[in-house]
């Protein structure tokens, strides 16, 4: 690949709280990664002239749900478990006719590329062709991440269910089919412990680890699911010991949500590395309470944000950047021990640099990054302040006005994929 060189309104966070930019300036990528951000115009690279657009970092969206992205934005009246039952397990059975994901997920694939999200974890269906087919339609887009086939073997209703030894097999037919991929890899995917024995979780603690893949799941969303969970394992010390005990925490692990973590819970999440998904738009539309973002950042949890799809309503990360600093203003004028609000700058760093290292090297422009880039016009935002704007006042105006505008370009791994 040769070297190229994009001129634009750059801009970048590599730590939580201020952000890096260069206006007019050149961000040069070599073999697929970050080489420089220049004033200069580099003398031996073509240059892709993005003169006045802003050019960030490709956003990482750490959970959402591809079958449910279909009704995204209907029934949001109830809570997480009537939801499920009522809306989401319906919806997720039409996934067994491959015809119907085929369209549901050309459509998601579609929107996902327009966006400013170039990395992804994503939950299918217990439905594996349909899942396959997801991997496809997401690498054929240029996206990059992981997706997982769901394995749920109780509590779930006869249209949506799989037995304890069909839902093994059916996992490791995925994981063997997936190696087709490239830029998109399996991830072992554990409803949550409602839907999942204690035999099905081991096992898939098992193949994780013998196959060194990653896990995504559900922890401590909402109150009724927790008391549930106590029923359910009896023996275990709080939810995030029974994934603990299945060997499912790690730093290749999403748990999302993490609303309602105890002290034990954010030691074993922080010990273990395992990343916590922030769905902020989803905690609001269940009701299910808001994660306490500042308390897990200062005490060192892995972090990122995540649209949860179709528990959140959006499926663009720029709200989700909203979203998070708006519920935690919220949960900090109802309890200021929950700490100060989340910051622009520090809710950009989530959605890039902090969810992305979850992927490896991505989110920032350092040397050395992998090239994921978004470039976008925010001249469609019509204001007479613009020409006096720096360049992170006019990306704060693209996250809180225009959140759900279209890329003009965007890059993954150094490959233009719009
Ligand atoms: N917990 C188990 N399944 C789901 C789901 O589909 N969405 C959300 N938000 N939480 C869940
Ligand atoms: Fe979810």
Request: aromatic content about 8%.
């Amino acid at each position: 690949m040769a070297a190229f060189s994009i001129h634009g309104d750059i801009i970048w966070t590599e730590e939580p709280g201020s952000f890096r930019y260069a206006e007019g300036g050149y961000l040069t990528v070599d073999e697929g990664k970050i080489v420089s951000v220049s004033s200069d115009r580099p003398a031996d690279a073509e240059v892709i002239d993005m003169e006045g657009r802003l050019v960030f970092p490709g956003l990482s969206d750490l959970h959402l749900h591809a079958p449910q992205y279909a009704f995204m934005g209907l029934h949001m009246d109830e809570e997480l478990l009537e939801w499920l039952n009522r809306h989401t397990f319906p919806e997720e059975a039409k996934y067994r006719d491959v015809a119907y994901a085929e369209k549901a997920y050309s459509i998601l694939a579609d929107d996902l590329l327009h966006g400013a999200t170039t990395r992804v974890s994503v939950f299918g269906t217990i439905h594996t062709d349909s899942t396959l087919l997801l991997m496809r339609k997401l690498e054929e887009a240029g996206l990059a991440g992981c997706v997982g086939k769901v394995a749920m073997d109780r509590n779930s209703p006869d249209i949506l269910i799989e037995d304890t030894d069909e839902s093994i097999r059916e996992t490791e037919r995925f994981v063997r089919e997936s190696s087709a991929f490239r830029s998109i890899t399996p991830s072992i995917t554990p409803r949550f412990v409602p839907s999942c024995s204690d035999r099905l979780l081991r096992t898939l603690g098992k193949i994780a680890s013998e196959n060194d893949l990653p896990v995504q799941s559900h922890l401590d969303e909402n109150l009724s699911e927790i008391s549930w969970v106590q029923e359910l394992c009896p023996w275990s010390e709080n939810y995030a010991d029974v994934y603990r005990a299945a060997g499912l925490l790690g730093r290749k692990t999403i748990m999302a949500h993490c609303v309602w973590l105890n002290d034990e819970e954010m030691e074993m999440l922080r010990s273990t590395g395992t990343f916590i998904a922030h769905a902020p738009s989803s905690n609001r539309n269940l009701s299910s309470g808001i994660a306490p973002m500042r308390k897990y950042l200062d005490f060192g949890i892995n972090a990122g944000l995540s649209t949860d799809v179709a528990g959140g309503s959006s499926i663009s990360m720029l709200r989700m950047i909203e979203d998070a600093i708006g519920v935690s203003k919220l949960l900090w004028r109802s309890d200021s021990s929950a700490g100060r609000p989340l910051t622009f700058p520090e809710a950009f760093y989530l959605a890039s640099k902090g969810g992305g290292a979850y992927f490896g090297r991505t989110g920032s422009f350092e040397p050395g990054y992998d090239a994921d880039i978004a470039v976008f016009d925010d001249s469609v935002i019509k204001t007479v302040l613009r020409p006096g704007l720096s360049v992170p006042e006019r990306l704060e105006l693209l996250v809180y006005r225009a959140p759900e505008s279209r890329a003009e370009a965007k890059f993954v791994k150094g490959r233009r994929i719009l």
